[in-house]
Nanobody, 124 residues
């Protein structure tokens, strides 16, 4: 079973940037798509971004397009989320996610494993 450990969250001001990292272990990282989701209290978990197993396909939630960038480093078993031009509405717990099946394209429905989450707070 895969283990996912997020890092990089924190408190920033509106307009700032932040990079989240997620280190994966327990299986062959390069065979699996990876993703990021976020959740605020009282709301459903929201899709943020994903990258396919081979890195050829990247997807983003509508409100993240043009501001967030997902990337992966297979040598480090790590996926990143670069977040620019942050807004107060980006405040949430951000979760790293991995699918159960290999060789996926990273569609939101594929994901079934989650990290513990990292808090991102954007002040106005």
């Amino acid at each position: 079973q895969v283990q996912l450990v997020e890092s990089g969250g924190g408190l920033v001001q509106a307009g700032d940037s932040l990079r989240l990292s997620c280190a994966a272990s327990g299986r062959t990282f390069s065979r699996f798509a990876m993703g990021w989701f976020r959740q605020t209290l009282g709301k459903e978990r929201e899709f943020v971004a994903s990258v396919s197993w081979n890195g050829n396909r990247k997807g983003y939630g509508d409100s993240m397009k043009g501001r967030f960038t997902i990337s992966r480093d297979n040598a480090k078993n790590t996926v990143y989320l670069q977040m620019n031009s942050l807004k107060p509405e980006d405040t949430a717990v951000y979760y790293c996610a991995a699918p159960q099946q290999p060789y996926g394209l990273g569609f939101a429905r594929e994901f079934g494993f989650w990290g513990q989450g990292t808090q991102v707070t954007v002040s106005s």
